[in-house]
């Protein structure tokens, strides 16, 4: 029987055997390298984009979406263009140019927003796709480089494989648990670029004896991506575990200061007049507290999301001897509150950082007058403070004449609003809602402009008129409504569960409007 030819156990043929090799540890390290590098650009993406698209559900589902794309185009192309060309002529380059990208990411992306903005979300998916697609070649082509028999397929696919996967988990772990908490963004990215053509640097030399991409070039790229980043609009003061942070001081007021997160602003303060509220939901909240509670009695009140601690301030300076404790998960705004917006040790202020979901749960029974929820990620409460049962927490740990004051923040139909105005009243007896009378239905003309709202939740009767007041004593033109005409406004809203809470779609609809 002639032999079988095309198919062999053997190594490969002579004529490639002189070529230089790849060992297996090496192989194992530029694998290992490339897959966590794609997860390190995934993740610092994240936090690139929110200030200009904003930290939400949609963003995070776009920039994993495009990472897997970018994943599947160069394990694709990578094996292609290793059965078509040498492998170990492809390795440096691809190493390089991906470095000079994810170098350059940074400066190009807060340009892009400043100057261009309608083409942030192409250029954003590209610095996203290009390094992830090259990275991701590497290991096609690394295989193919260490495959010199059929005998050994299974092993080599299956130990370069694992070692890829290990590589992305680490370098998600490391991203997420070191690099964002203890580097800026522009730091990262600079780094890991650099790494990168390092990288190529060495490979080509050890490979070819010369380097496989243009040292002097990629050096002047990576200068120039320091560079850019540095002056590049759109910078932070800090950049937090969670946030770009910045703090604009009031050219009106000399004490006033404006926490902006994420190109949001969140909170203003004046550290020396903790009475003195700016914004508009901010007046409500401390309105509906004055009229609820006799005027200087001192609280028990628990804050979900901290900010600039406006209000705990507020009841601290109003009423000596509020004990505010605070849930605030990122410890670098904590931060910014005690260097740059004057907290003071012994204000009253409790400051834990904690989700406030699990901070929740260790809250004594009936041991609170007062829960104010003001967190946000981006301008969207995260879900799980949403849903019947965080509500429960909630009421769980109110005293029977205690109150919940949540701000809200919607626009167009309000979806959102309305279905958490819905969860409310499924958990507490009594509900209110605050806002502009066109965004709570009280105006007959007009449609709903969004922003804020504020709304109340107890098991007692809550006096209205007396809240109307301090609102009215405030200058805010804000109306209260509650009974028939709420449940009116909320119509058919979906109740939100932990099962059951489309946070993020409900504040962001894309189906068609009617009429367009």
Not at 174 to 200: D, K, N
Not at 246 to 272: F, I, K, Q, W
Request: with cysteine.
């Amino acid at each position: 029987m002639p032999p079988v030819t095309g198919l062999s156990s053997s190594p490969v043929a002579e004529g490639t055997r002189s070529r230089p090799g790849l060992g297996p540890r090496a192989a194992a390290v530029l694998v290992f390298g490339a897959s966590a590098a794609v997860l390190v650009v995934e993740i610092v993406a994240l936090r690139l984009l929110a200030p200009y698209l904003g930290l939400t559900l949609e963003t995070s589902t776009m920039v994993i979406g495009i990472a897997l794309t970018a994943i599947a185009l160069g394990s694709w192309l990578g094996g292609r263009l290793a059965d078509q060309v040498d492998p170990l002529r492809l390795l440096a380059p691809a190493l390089g140019v991906s470095g000079a990208v994810v170098a350059l990411t940074r400066a190009v992306l807060r340009g892009v927003a400043e100057w261009a903005r309608p083409l942030l979300i192409l250029v954003a998916a590209l610095t996203i796709l290009v390094p992830g697609a090259l990275l991701s070649a590497v290991t096609p082509l690394v295989t193919k480089v260490r495959l010199t028999s059929l005998a050994e397929t299974g092993t080599v696919v299956g130990r370069l494989s694992g070692v890829g996967t290990v590589g992305s988990i680490v370098g998600t772990v490391l991203t997420g648990f070191v690099l964002l908490s203890r580097l800026p963004v522009s730091g990262i990215l600079f780094g890991l670029g650099a790494l990168l053509v390092v990288a190529s640097v060495v490979v080509g030399w050890r490979l070819h004896g010369r380097s496989g991409t243009a040292p002097a070039a990629l050096a002047l790229v990576l200068a120039a991506g320091g560079l850019a980043a540095s002056a590049a609009p759109g910078g932070c003061d800090v950049e937090t575990r969670y946030h770009c942070a910045e703090v604009v001081a009031d050219p009106a007021r000399e004490g006033g200061r404006t926490l902006v997160l994420d190109g949001v602003r969140h909170s203003y303060v004046d550290a020396g007049d903790p009475a003195h509220l700016e914004f508009t939901y901010v007046k409500a909240v401390a309105s509906v507290a004055d009229a609820a509670f006799p005027e200087g009695r001192p609280l028990t009140a628990h804050h979900l999301g901290g900010g600039g601690l406006t209000l705990p301030r507020y009841l601290a300076a109003t009423r000596p001897g509020t004990r505010s404790v605070v849930s605030e998960i990122d410890d670098g705004v904590v931060r910014i509150d005690r260097e740059r917006l004057g907290l003071r040790p012994q204000s009253g202020v409790d400051v834990r950082t904690e989700d406030g979901r699990l901070g929740l749960k260790r809250l004594d029974t009936d041991s609170l007058d007062l829960v104010v929820g003001d967190a946000f990620g981006g301008v969207s409460v995260p879900w799980h403070l949403t849903t019947v049962e965080a509500l429960t927490e909630v009421r769980r740990a109110l005293a029977p004449h205690g109150l919940y004051v949540v701000n809200l923040i919607d626009h167009g139909e309000q979806a959102f609003a309305k279905a958490q105005l819905a969860t409310l009243s499924q958990v507490f007896e009594r509900v209110a809602l605050l806002g502009e009378p066109v965004d709570i239905g009280l105006a007959r003309t007009g449609a709903p402009a969004g922003g804020n709202l504020v709304a109340v939740a107890s098991d007692h009767p809550v006096d209205l008129s007396a809240i109307q007041k301090a609102l009215d004593a405030r200058g805010t033109v804000w109306r209260t409504v509650t009974g028939k005409d709420l449940t009116t406004w909320t119509a058919d809203a979906p109740v939100l569960t932990d099962d059951y809470a489309p946070v993020d779609q409900l504040l962001q609809p894309y189906a068609a409007q009617p009429g367009r």
